[in-house]
């Protein structure tokens, strides 16, 4: 079992940046992949960003690569998202997500969630 807690969430203008940070306990922390998705309101759930469990490999979506920024501390047990430049499409219910496996997280089958955390853009 993984617990997740997201946080950092907020109201922001157009072209401003936020910091979402995911803490997590449970299991060995740096053996797990970490990732963000987000949904739209009437929208599925979409990949973000993931990152593997030395932070040595990560992936993004091509809507946000180029402006957020994936990271990890280990020592902290803390996962981060990094988003600049945003956009009023990017407001969305950002959730942390962890899986065993980098290669798959991305898929959203069998990860361990977060609760969410509400971002919103204005324009």
């Known amino acids: 079992q993984v617990q997740l807690v997201e946080s950092g969430g907020g109201l922001v203008q157009a072209g401003d940046s936020l910091r979402l940070s995911c803490a997590a306990s449970?299991?060995?922390?740096?053996?797990?992949?970490m990732g963000w998705f987000r949904q739209a309101p009437g929208k599925e759930r979409e990949f973000v960003a993931a990152i593997s469990g030395s932070a040595s490999i990560s992936s993004y979506a091509d809507s946000v690569k180029g402006r957020f920024i994936i990271s990890r501390s280990n020592a902290k047990t803390t996962v981060y998202l990094q988003m600049n430049s945003l956009k009023p499409e990017d407001t969305a219910i950002y959730y942390c997500a962890a899986h065993s496996s980098f290669l798959t997280i991305r898929i959203g089958n069998d990860n361990y969630w977060g609760q969410g955390t509400q971002v919103t853009v204005s324009s």
């Open positions: 449970g299991r060995t922390f740096s053996s797990i992949a």
